[in-house]
């Protein structure tokens, strides 16, 4: 039965490619369950029309095999072999570099427009982004965290991991092998986990394929994720950022209707520089920052001492610097990690963890609800 499945889901992902006249540029084409094409392009990312037209081509003639259903297209960067020369295929890089700079035309690029405003998405009432200036501080941990405390309080909430370089949520809510359903509408189908409606690149693409993604296609991925898809009624929609301040994240300030950001940060001081940028892109972009939380901020050990591993006080010194408040401070638990690493929340169960996100969401609860959404700049969606 299952066989037969699979086969008849190759079968009809040959016809897609076939329809498409299997172009160099078209990567790969997968079908799920529900009849979705999933197609992977390849693109110049200096090249935005040409890779819009290519995609708005090869969805036009998917959807026109029989059997499909939708069709969602993942558009990843052409890289070129120099001639002449065998390259070795290494695995692509899938982060941004550590603490990645925004150039100055970039931070002039995040300017707000007068006048305009960004539609709000229909049942979605508050979007909070989760950014961090640096990689690897601990960012994914607390939008899952705080998302699921939210939750477990009775809020109605999405979480969007438009972490496009790593997606790591798909396995912090132990849902590695979920593929989002296609609706009768052809949207998008968000995940249900712990109590929250999820999507993430993650949940699309294989995560082990190289995917090198730039500004313009890795934004065409994310307004797909969130204007393809039934969110429902949302009392917030928290989105987990990529780190740093690069196209990706520039877009997201520009683009989407978002009510306000949290910065994320360790209590290393080196970050500040990055932490100020990050700051500083969302002033631009006239989005709100209700502040900063601190995490991996110390270990107690057994006896109760607390050893302050990472330095001590950075979170509140860089909020004063900021002018920004100290939304919270997250010990290095063992149950947290164990919790992201086990697809459980450790926000979800009783003692510190459960607290220590209890209150850092009442506290971003009551600051989302103080503040207007943005004056947002005008800008069209292409998807
Ligand atoms: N307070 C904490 N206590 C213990 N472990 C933590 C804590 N916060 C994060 N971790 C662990 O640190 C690691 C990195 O965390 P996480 O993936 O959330 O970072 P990130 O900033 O989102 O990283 P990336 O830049 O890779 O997306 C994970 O293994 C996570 O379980």
């Not at 109590?195 to 995560?207: A, E, H, N």
């Not at 360790?266 to 990050?278: I, K, Y």
């Amino acid at each position: 039965m299952f066989g037969s499945k699979e086969k008849s889901r190759r079968k009809l992902a040959g016809q897609v490619r076939d329809a498409l006249g299997a172009p160099d540029w078209l990567e790969s084409v997968d079908v799920d369950d529900s009849g979705r094409a999933i197609l992977v392009l390849l693109a110049d990312p200096a090249d935005q029309a040409g890779a819009e037209a290519r995609r708005i081509e090869a969805e036009g003639r998917a959807e026109l095999v029989p059997g499909v259903r939708a069709v969602t297209s993942i558009l990843t960067a052409q890289v070129t072999a120099p001639a002449h020369k065998h390259v070795k295929l290494e695995p692509a890089p899938r982060r941004v570099s550590k603490g990645a700079r925004l150039s100055d035309e970039a931070m002039q690029q995040g300017a707000p427009t007068q006048g305009g405003s960004i539609p709000r998405i229909a049942g979605i009432d508050r979007i909070l982004v989760v950014a961090s200036a640096k990689g690897g501080v601990g960012k994914s941990t607390v939008a899952v965290n705080l998302a699921a405390a939210m939750a477990k309080a009775g809020m109605k909430v999405g979480l969007l991991d438009a972490d496009v370089y790593g997606p790591s949520i798909p396995t912090m809510l132990g849902m590695q092998d979920a593929q989002p359903e296609t609706a009768a509408s052809k949207k998008l189908v968000p995940v249900e986990a712990h109590g929250m409606k999820t999507l993430s690149i993650g949940y699309l693409s294989d995560p082990d394929a190289p995917m090198i993604w730039r500004g313009p296609i890795v934004m065409s991925a994310i307004a797909q994720m969130l204007n393809d898809a039934e969110w429902g009624e949302l009392d917030v929609l928290v989105i987990d950022t990529p780190p740093g301040t690069g196209d990706a994240q520039l877009a997201i300030a520009q683009r989407v209707p978002v009510t306000a950001a949290i910065i994320v940060t360790t209590p290393q001081e080196v970050a500040l520089a990055d932490v100020r940028r990050g700051a500083a892109m969302f002033t631009k972009t006239a989005v709100p920052v209700l502040g900063i939380v601190e995490t991996m901020s110390w270990f107690e050990d057994p006896a109760g001492n607390r050893h302050y591993l990472m330095g001590e006080g950075g979170g509140a010194a860089m909020a004063t610097t900021l002018g920004l408040p100290l939304l919270g401070q997250i010990p290095m638990l063992q149950t947290i990690r164990e919790g992201g690493d086990s697809g459980k929340p450790a926000a979800l169960g009783g003692g510190e963890p459960g607290r220590i996100f209890h209150e850092l969401a009442r506290t971003v609860a009551v600051g989302l609800d103080t503040l207007e959404t943005k004056p947002a700049p005008e800008i069209i969606f292409e998807d």
